[in-house]
């Protein structure tokens, strides 16, 4: 059974950065995505970032990119989030998720078979 463990969340003044980490454990991933979702309160959960395990190709949602970078480790399977210049708009639980075939968009919430627990990400004005 595949397990994923989210980390780093916490409360940040706009402007200021987080790192998000995403630990991945029941699995080797070779192949396939990780992925990073976000949902605000009252709000439907939406794409952030993926990136595939081989190659290291990378997607970001429009809203965060320039400011988003996402990374993983493939010797650690592990993955990062590292997150700039944050906007109040950020505010919202961080959601990673593993995709284990990466064939398709990688934006969307269905591609993907397992999902952390989320953890909370606060960005005040």
């Known amino acids: 059974q595949v397990q994923l463990v989210e980390s780093g969340g916490g409360l940040v003044q706009a402007g200021g950065s987080l790192r998000l980490s995403c630990a991945a454990s029941?699995?080797?991933?070779?192949?396939?995505?990780m992925g990073w979702f976000r949902q605000a309160p009252g709000k439907e959960r939406e794409f952030v970032a993926a990136?595939?395990?081989?190659?290291?190709?990378?997607y970001y949602a429009d809203s965060v990119k320039g400011r988003f970078t996402i990374s993983r480790d493939n010797t650690k399977n592990t993955c990062h989030l590292q997150m700039n210049s944050l906007k109040p708009g950020d505010t919202a639980v961080y959601y990673c998720?593993?995709?284990?075939w990466g064939l398709g968009t990688l934006a969307t919430i269905d591609e993907y078979d397992f999902w952390g627990q989320g953890t909370q990400v606060t960005v005040s004005s």
């Open positions: 998720a593993a995709d284990p």
């Open positions: 029941g699995r080797t991933f070779s192949s396939g995505a």
């Open positions: 990136i595939t395990w081989s190659g290291g190709i990378t």
